[in-house]
T-cell receptor, first 118, second 113 residues
Framework: AQKITQTQPGMFVQEKEAVTLDCTYD???????LFWYKQPSSGEMIFLIY??????QNATEGRYSLNFQKARKSANLVISASQLGDSAMYFC???????????????FGSGTQLTVLP | GAGVSQTPSNKVTEKGKYVELRCDPI?????LYWYRQSLGQGPEFLIY????????DSGLPNDRFFAVRPEGSVSTLKIQRTERGDSAVYLC???????????FGSGTRLTVV
């Protein structure tokens, strides 16, 4: 079974500062993908960044980067230069990929509520 | 359509009633997923369709919950004899088989009173 743990229920960051949101995962499958989603108060799930278990380099997407430490089974999200619009709930999620290429459903963590202070 | 569409956006029903929630995925996405999100928590998996068939329904909490996808596109989540504990946001997502990410709909907020 897969499990995602997010130990920070809430985080505060000053505008323009960087912030790291923690995520650890547990799986016995060798092939998997890690996702981060943003969920504003309006409710939609917005995809931010993806890291495959075999990717050699950490994923980056604009101000978002993923600090992937495979041996520690951690996939922390780093947001640089925080903006007021970054205030939202952030979810880490994992998907196991089978050798056939088919993928299973996402398993989500409990989320971290990020508040950016002016 | 351009995105995943879920209707209705809000549904209030009385305890014991039957409800249907609809999901219209992105055209060409063969995989469709239903999740339930309770307040302050992450989404929990309910059921996964590959085409018309339910590839994994292990997340359905009990036999009051059922979902169909008869033509491999639109899916309907059906809840019988609703209970107050069923109140949550029901999210639908779709993806291409085995690749890429998932696109989520805006969800249906179900309130059972």
């Amino acid at each position: 079974a897969q499990k995602i743990t997010q130990t920070q229920p809430g985080m505060f960051v000053q505008e323009k500062e960087a912030v790291t949101l923690d995520c650890t995962y547990d799986t016995s499958d060798p092939s998997y993908g890690l996702f981060w989603y943003k969920q504003p108060s309006s409710g939609e799930m917005i995809f931010l960044i993806y890291q495959g278990s075999y990717d050699q380099q950490n994923a980056t997407e604009g101000r978002y980067s993923l600090n992937f430490q495979k041996a520690r089974k951690s996939a922390n999200l780093v947001i640089s230069a925080s903006q007021l619009g970054d205030s939202a709930m952030y979810f880490c999620a994992m998907r196991v990929v089978f050798s056939s290429g088919s993928a299973r459903q996402l398993t989500f963590g409990s989320g971290t509520q990020l508040t950016v202070l002016p | 359509g351009a995105g995943v569409s879920q209707t209705p956006s809000n549904k209030v029903t009385e305890k014991g009633k039957y409800v249907e929630l609809r999901c219209d995925p992105i055209s060409g996405h063969t995989a469709l997923y239903w999740y339930r999100q309770s307040l302050g928590q992450g989404p929990e998996f309910l059921i996964y369709f590959q085409g018309t068939g339910a590839a994994d329904d292990s997340g359905l909490p009990n036999d009051r919950f059922f979902a169909v996808r008869p033509e491999g596109s639109v899916s309907t989540l059906k809840i019988q004899r609703t209970e107050r504990g069923d109140s949550a946001v029901y999210l639908c997502a779709s993806s291409r088989l085995g690749e890429g990410g998932y696109t989520f709909g805006s969800g249906t907020r179900l309130t059972v009173v």
